[in-house]
């Protein structure tokens, strides 16, 4: 990736971009990327593949930013919201980071607050089905039982996008949410406990292809539909 381009180039208003790489054996000189916290908590990391994953995923956020902005990734300096969701001071750009398995996913828009997730089809001995609301638990009964982790999986990723667009994260019990069937085009229905339907402000709710046993969502909030760019990173190189 270069540093050459300006935000407004890279991401037009409307558009939402989004950038997907798979983790695999990443240099440890791309460390140079990160920041002393970064470091740290990539160095806390005891098996090679979390290594690889963190490794991706924050130097790609870096790079992305940088070649948006305009800027050293290696000189970026994070602060993080109110529920801890980080931000650049003094950037107009919006980005949300997220990895699971061997994928990383990152999310970067023009000044409209969004939220990523991907998730690697998982299939424990028993599904967290408390998360669920009781319009989902409803049509999730209905999936058959082969299905039922692919499911219960694209549920998630939708919850989890709106509440990482929102800020809020897993401080809001994603049971409270009510989106569509997997079956169904991706859509915020309700938010129990808000005084309207919608959160703040109008929802935009996105599925993604993140690849095989992998289910991905992107939430954006408030304006009109977005088109959503998707780009495939082979390598994170530097």
Known sequence: ????????????????????ARAVS????????????????YESLLRPGERALYLTA???LRLVLGEALGRDPAGLVFAAGPHGKPYLEDAPVEFSLSHSGERVAVALTSGTPVGVDVE??????????????????????RVPGPERAAAFTAYWVRKEAVLKATGEGLRVDPARLTVSAPDRPARLIGWRGRNDVQPHRTVRLYDLDAGED???????????????????VSSVRC
């Open 1 to 20: 990736m270069t540093a050459d381009s300006a935000p407004d180039v890279l991401v037009r208003p409307g558009e939402c971009h989004v950038w997907t």
């Open 26 to 41: 990443v240099s440890p000189d791309r460390l140079r990327l990160l920041d002393d916290r970064e470091r740290r908590v």
């Open 58 to 60: 924050h130097a790609l």
């Open 120 to 141: 690697r089809v998982t299939r424990p001995a028993e599904l967290p089905l408390p998360v669920l609301s009781e319009e989902e638990r409803v049509a999730f009964d």
């Open 214 to 232: 992998y289910r991905g969502a992107v939430a954006l909030l408030g304006g009109g539909a977005h088109r959503i760019v998707r780009r495939t």
